[in-house]
């Protein structure tokens, strides 16, 4: 939701009748500073897609999880309403005024030696006309070591915006890799997460060997055969 809970009139009013306490887990009310692109020890990985809703939380999740099994210290950061709710814990960056977006996520992922990797969510695309601005915020505030590119098979144009074409995969690794740079000069990709379910799991698979073979690294659908791999070149860096 973009409005705050308590803006509703209807809601406020039950709230108070009820002794009922509203949580905008969307909005961020403490000081903020912009950011800075300052060097920050740790390394970070974040999400990122063609377009919204193409599974950069769920895969963030994924590899957070693929990674603490297999021994490494990772902990998931979010970045909006839902992975706030799942995490207990996050800075929703769509609702940050936009020159303290990098600001917000470089609050959100600060220096750290406590733990190995912050697995960033991600949002929006740098491609879609209504989100790009926060999604270039996000690339920079992360200052990605490592880069996790999502994307749904079968989609035809931006959601919701069916006059905007969906960028190539080739399209948005370089874009997302330019645009990283600004901050970390070293960022990778290092796997592409998949939506296959528009198509049969055999089609899901002989499609994953293909991308894993042209574009160098691994290729999976992190519900239909999990994220090892990628969590397995995350940990070689």
């Not at 992975?83 to 609050?107: K, P």
């Amino acid at each position: 939701m973009h409005q705050r809970l308590g803006g509703i009139p209807e809601l406020a009013s039950l709230a108070a009748q009820n002794a009922i306490q509203l949580f905008d887990v969307r909005h961020y009310d403490a000081q903020l500073d912009v950011g800075t692109g300052k060097k920050r020890q740790g390394k970070r990985l974040l999400t990122v897609g063609t377009d919204c809703s193409v599974g950069k939380m769920f895969s963030a999740l994924a590899i957070e999880k693929a990674l603490v099994e297999q021994g490494s210290q990772a902990r998931f950061k979010a970045t909006g309403q839902t992975g706030i709710l799942i995490e207990g814990q996050g800075i929703s960056v769509d609702a940050v005024v936009a020159d303290f977006i990098s600001g917000a996520v470089e609050r959100l992922s600060p220096s750290f030696t406590g733990h190995e990797w912050d697995i960033i969510e991600g949002q929006g695309s740098l491609f879609n006309p209504s989100f790009a601005g926060v999604s270039l915020g996000l690339l920079h505030g992360a200052q990605p070591d490592a880069l996790v590119l999502c994307h749904e098979v079968g989609r035809e144009h931006i959601r919701h915006l069916p006059h905007a074409a969906l960028p190539s995969i080739e399209q948005t690794i370089e874009a997302n890799l330019m645009a990283a740079r600004v901050t970390n000069p070293w960022v990778q990709f290092v796997g592409i997460c998949l939506n296959t379910s528009n198509i049969s799991d055999k089609e899901a698979k002989a499609l994953c060997l293909k991308w894993s073979e042209e574009f160098a690294m691994p290729v999976t659908d992190p519900v239909r055969f999990g994220v090892d791999a990628i969590a397995d070149r995350v940990r070689s860096l």
